[in-house]
């Protein structure tokens, strides 16, 4: 059973990313803050629940949350500052969409950037300790998902519907058939034999 949150604050935000080892599309990040009260037996790091799951977990996590925020930061700006940075920044932007004012930040991973005065504690799998950083867990992966399959429509060849931009071989195959799109990250090693990759 995971507890709902890691300090003694009333008003901690868990926050979370997903998208960090794709190829293609943004990094999403989102910041909950649940209520004292909340419960749920089926919440948990959202790489261990089903997409069905995900996708009925969405809806209460967003009903029942004092205050949540979701945040993309997309391929030109990852290239830009890296995907660490990147990564970072998008956090830091959804914690700014809250609506109140958290008291402590519950971060899923070993890295973090001081946001504002706030304190702040780097939890290797959160996501799977602490409600709060569990529920941003999903709702981070469903939007992202919701935005692959949105530009798949774009750009079919490459299945992102099925594999989310992650390096899976039908995805990599795809780019040495068809070249690389506006939504890959130029930075990444895209194809093993890159060096005779031509943007």
Known sequence: ?????????????????????????????????????????VLN?????SHKKRELLKPIIEENAVSFGVTHIFETEIDNINILNASILAMHHSIEKLSILVEFIAVDGNRFKPFKDIPYKA??????????????????????????????????????????????????EAIKKYGITKYHRKSFRLLPEQLTFEF
């Open 1 to 41: 059973m995971l507890g709902l949150k890691y300090s003694g604050f009333e008003f901690e935000c868990g926050t979370d990313e997903a998208g960090r080892g794709c190829l293609a599309g943004p990094v999403t990040a989102a910041a909950v803050v649940l209520p004292l009260d909340f419960k749920n037996s």
């Open 45 to 49: 790091d959202s790489k261990q629940l």
């Open 123 to 172: 939890i290797i799998k959160g996501d799977g300790k602490y409600l709060n950083i569990a529920a941003a867990s999903v709702l981070a992966k469903t939007y992202r998902d919701a935005y692959m399959l949105k530009i798949h429509e774009e750009f079919p060849m490459y299945n992102w519907k099925q594999n989310k931009g992650y390096p899976t071989m039908e995805h990599r």
